[in-house]
């Protein structure tokens, strides 16, 4: 079996990072609509590059392949990093790989998946991202999940020969 569910949902799952997959892992992070959400927009990965990230990935915090229940097809990544159990605190990143599968509710339901499993199981309380002010369709997807603004950082990335803000955004848990 090359994945588990280990955080499962109604159209998808999550299941630690399987190292098979790293050409396609690869791949997305030399895709430019991937990775300038990412802010890896300026590197060019190697597939020993990337084996290493994967390797850190698997080691590290809580880390997941975004896989459909249809097929078993994974389609992004997702995880929890910075976790500091004493103030109950985490950031969250995520990435949609392929672009066929973007703008379908999938990442805002790992997202719902991943935040619900840092409150319930892992204890947290205040779960936050970032998010480039251009990224609509993240925003949007970010707020169906919970998330909401808390700040802003202006000019902060260039990109493409222009400046654009970061978002600061999160969500609490219950007490």
């Known amino acids: 079996m090359k994945y588990f569910k280990k955080i499962a949902g109604d159209r998808i799952y999550l299941s630690p990072i399987n190292l098979d997959d790293l050409e396609m892992y690869t791949k997305w992070m030399n895709d430019v609509e991937v990775v300038s959400n990412l802010g890896n927009y300026h590197r060019m990965l190697s597939?020993?590059?990337?084996?290493?990230?994967?390797e850190k990935l698997t080691?590290?915090?809580?880390?997941?392949?975004?896989?459909?229940?249809?097929g078993d097809l994974l389609i992004g990544g997702v995880g929890l990093a910075e976790i500091n159990h004493i103030y109950r605190t985490a950031t969250v990143g995520i990435f949609i790989g392929e672009a066929e599968h973007r703008g379908k509710g999938f990442g805002t339901e790992a997202m719902?998946?991943?935040?619900?499993?840092?409150?319930?199981?892992?204890?947290?309380?205040?779960?936050m991202l970032t998010v480039h002010s251009d990224n609509m369709r993240a925003i949007a997807s970010y707020?169906?999940?919970g998330f909401a603004e808390f700040g802003r950082r202006h000019e902060s990335r260039?990109?493409?020969?222009?400046?654009?803000?970061?978002l600061y955004m999160e969500v609490l848990g219950a007490n």
């Open 158 to 166: 260039y990109l493409d020969g222009r400046y654009v803000d970061t």
């Open 143 to 145: 707020k169906k999940a």
């Open 47 to 54: 597939l020993s590059n990337e084996m290493s990230a994967l």
């Open 59 to 70: 080691k590290d915090d809580q880390n997941y392949a975004i896989i459909l229940n249809d």
């Open 112 to 127: 719902r998946l991943i935040v619900e499993y840092g409150f319930k199981t892992l204890n947290l309380h205040n779960i």
